[in-house]
């Protein structure tokens, strides 16, 4: 599982919806002070709200019903989720500080304010995860018969097990890095763990003491960083690698005194600096960029509390650190290293598998065309097969009727199956095009490498359409049939990647309704030719399309309410962002209109304020897999229209990135999709309430528990069978 955020840069809306005017007790309107309380009654800023986010997933870390290994597991999740935190939005934040920024966002901070709140709030989160580690994890691990043992409590036998692992696996890889004014001030990796050992030594000719400071790079990336210890007893028994490297630090400084020896990491800005409108050859540029992101400045800096202020100040100045970089930790970080944490083979520790199923439909045809000219089908990952996606590509590349592939690609596995499928086809001659995003935030350098291979098999590789993101996720197929060409499509809310579809929860539908490929040809031709398209009929297209296709439907929902008629939103997604929008959703509260969220992550609106939002509630689901779907429900006065799509309610993707939302039309397809719907929101073991602060508690379990993750798998194996059963059985949520 990846909780992980990709978030990019700060919105910079307005709220345009009217507030109401403050005004003086001379009836003239008050300043700016009093506008950004109004703004902080109306929405709460995206930062703090993710801080909030992440705090749940530290909740199921601390869940003693949560199986320990997958425990250890959200911590990690956690851990990783904060660094990214800082990488981009506190680097983004930073940004505008230094650049002078003083005035208030949609939700009344100005960016100092943000940075002070994050600074108190993350040194809470610090506090709260070493205490779950401390006296939570452990415990649950010992419990478990599995030991983490450090320097000091290892016994003889493990000691000098570590003295052998250390001298033919670590040593060989260690390079101490001296600070001092004969050498450079070295440039720290990103989210490196260091050591910062404090080291002593006398000369003979000298009775004072020399002090020098020295820098270890722990090598966990290259050997992982727990190691397995000979077992004293029928427990296992682990140590951290930089455990191992305190055990030896004599032979890494034979000779010297060890005064101190303390853990630090760096987390850097991971904003790229290129100006894409200038950059002639935006591949090359991007691949400048990365090499410069190595270097960029520090945005957070770990380090153990034990380390003296004279240690610490050497940092400070040489990384050019403020008071809001600086974050003590404990005795060790990185704790996102306990995504490496061994298993053991102890299926009883962890959640039982819960493999992908088949789908009949599509198992028992050896002609995947046929089902889908007959049918439009839904897989739901990682519930059903994603393998489904591959066979169609690989079919489509040994085709002989196939003419043509096009596909876009955002976030590509390393030994991507689709990748090579697509490399096949084209060396067959058909015609190839692969719309490659190598602007995709932490993958532009996976997507640079497969994009070169792709176009050395001869497929045409188009890297984006300028100054926006290719976010959505479509595959065409032309196949010649009966003196004519039929177009066969995939459109998902998820990525084309088999790795992320067996922990991401996606929705994607194989179709060759007409009305649906012809309007994802016109797609394709808008991001191979960068042309504007016409409006379309079905699909809902960002960035020219999307923002106005919703907000006429929420406004039509309003005045469904008024007339009395049937109205209702149910909308899910990864985030809710967009100043404009949650106004929108506010109107339509007002006018009577029930709203139903399900938002994994940021939440700016505030539900359930009198007056404001009383008709919307919004619950967070955290659990085993990642909520990733998002789907769009509106009641259409008792006609409901369904849309799934790759885009949130953000600024990003309604203005900055080419998206698309794609209907639901066959009966049985909307059935299926307001199924998944109603199983997410009767959830009450997972799902919690997000109060108007960003804040949440758990939903109370009343009647029968329904963890809607467990009872959407076992709503999947109906589609074993050649009939599914009638949906109405499903639970339906409660009021």
């Known amino acids: 599982m990846n909780t992980s955020l990709r978030s990019e840069s700060q919105d910079d809306r307005v709220l345009s919806a009217p507030m109401p005017a403050a005004t003086a007790d001379n009836g003239q309107l008050v300043g700016a002070p009093v506008e950004a309380a109004l703004a902080q009654q109306r929405m709460n800023n995206r930062d703090l709200s993710w801080l909030e986010f992440n705090a749940r997933v530290l909740e199921e870390a601390q869940d003693e019903s949560v199986p320990i290994l997958e425990r250890v597991k959200f911590l990690a999740i956690f851990a990783s989720n904060l660094d990214e935190f800082f990488m981009v939005r506190v680097a983004t934040i930073r940004r505008q500080i230094e650049a002078g920024v003083t005035a208030p966002g949609p939700d009344g901070l100005a960016p100092a304010q943000v940075m002070a709140a994050i600074s108190e709030r993350v040194n809470r989160a610090h506090e709260r995860m070493g205490k779950c580690f401390e006296e939570q994890i452990l415990p649950a691990l010992q419990r478990a018969g599995i030991l983490l043992v450090d320097e000091k409590s290892a016994s003889a036998r493990q000691v000098a097990f570590a003295g052998k692992y250390f001298q033919s696996n670590v040593k060989p890889l260690l390079t101490p890095l001296t600070i001092d004014y004969t050498h450079p001030f070295p440039s720290l990796h990103n989210k490196t763990l260091y050591f910062c050992v404090e080291l002593a030594h006398r000369k003979k000719s000298k009775k004072k003491l020399s002090l020098r400071l020295a820098l270890v790079l722990i090598p966990s990336q290259a050997l992982g960083r727990f190691v397995q210890l000979p077992a004293e007893d029928d427990r296992k028994y682990l140590i951290r690698l930089d455990d191992i490297i305190r055990l030896n630090l004599n032979e890494i400084f034979p000779g010297e005194q060890v005064l101190g020896c303390y853990a630090i990491k760096v987390v850097r800005d991971a904003e790229l600096d290129y100006v894409e409108e200038e950059a002639y050859d935006l591949l090359v540029t991007i691949e400048k960029s990365l090499i410069q992101r190595r270097k960029a400045p520090a945005t957070r800096f770990l380090y153990d509390p034990a380390m003296p202020q004279r240690v610490l100040d050497t940092f400070v ?184 579809a067996q922990i991401y929860c996606d929705l994607g539908m194989l179709t060759a309704r007409e009305e649906i490929t012809q309007e994802v040809a016109t797609v394709f031709d808008m991001l191979t030719g960068d042309l504007t398209p016409r409006p379309f009929k079905h699909l809902l297209v960002a960035p020219h399309y999307l923002r106005g296709a919703f907000v006429s439907r929420i406004q039509r929902e309003a005045e469904n309410a008024r007339a009395g008629r049937p109205a209702g939103i149910i909308a899910k997604m990864n985030s809710l962002v967009d100043a404009d929008m949650i106004n929108e959703l506010y109107a339509a509260s007002a006018a009577g209109v029930p709203i139903r969220l399900l938002v994994r992550g940021i939440c700016s609106l505030k539900p359930g304020v009198p007056g404001l939002s009383e008709n919307i509630s919004v619950i967070s689901i955290i659990d085993r897999f990642l909520e990733h779907a998002r789907i769009y429900r509106f009641e259409n006065n008792g006609n409901p229209e369904y849309f799934l799509s790759s885009g949130d309610w953000m600024t990003r993707n309604l203005d900055r990135r080419v998206e698309v939302a794609f209907p639901v039309l066959a009966p049985e397809l909307q059935r299926q999709v307001q199924d998944i719907l109603d199983l997410q929101l009767a959830d009450n073991v997972k799902a919690r309430v997000l109060l108007p602060d960003s804040t949440n508690v758990r939903r109370k379990t009343e009647g029968k528990p329904v963890r809607s993750q467990e009872a959407l798998y076992e709503y999947a194996q109906r589609f074993t069978k050649l009939e599914p059963e009638s949906s109405e059985a499903v639970p339906r949520p409660r009021d």
């Open 317 to 500: 100045h040489e990384l050019k650190l403020s008071p809001s970089n600086l974050f003590p930790g404990g005795r060790y970080h990185s704790f996102s290293d306990f995504m490496q944490f061994p298993g053991f083979s102890a299926p009883h520790l962890q959640y039982a598998p819960l493999p992908p199923l088949p789908v009949a439909v599509l198992e028992r045809s050896r002609d995947l065309f046929a089902v889908i000219r007959r049918r439009d089908v839904l897989l739901h990952h990682p519930y059903q097969r994603f393998s489904y996606v591959e066979q169609l590509l690989k079919r489509a590349a040994d085709d002989p009727n196939v003419v043509s592939i096009k596909i876009t690609l955002y976030r590509i596995s390393a030994k991507s199956e689709i990748a090579r499928a697509l490399a096949r086809a084209a060396q067959k001659g058909k015609h190839v095009t692969a719309i490659v995003e190598i602007k995709a935030r932490f993958d532009e350098q996976a997507n640079i490498s497969w994009a070169k291979k792709l176009e050395k098999h001869g497929v045409h590789v188009i890297y984006g359409v300028p100054r926006l993101k290719t976010h959505c996720k479509l595959a065409m197929i032309a196949r010649k049939e009966a003196g004519m060409i039929r177009l066969y499509c995939h459109l998902s809310t998820g990525n084309y990647n088999d790795k992320t």
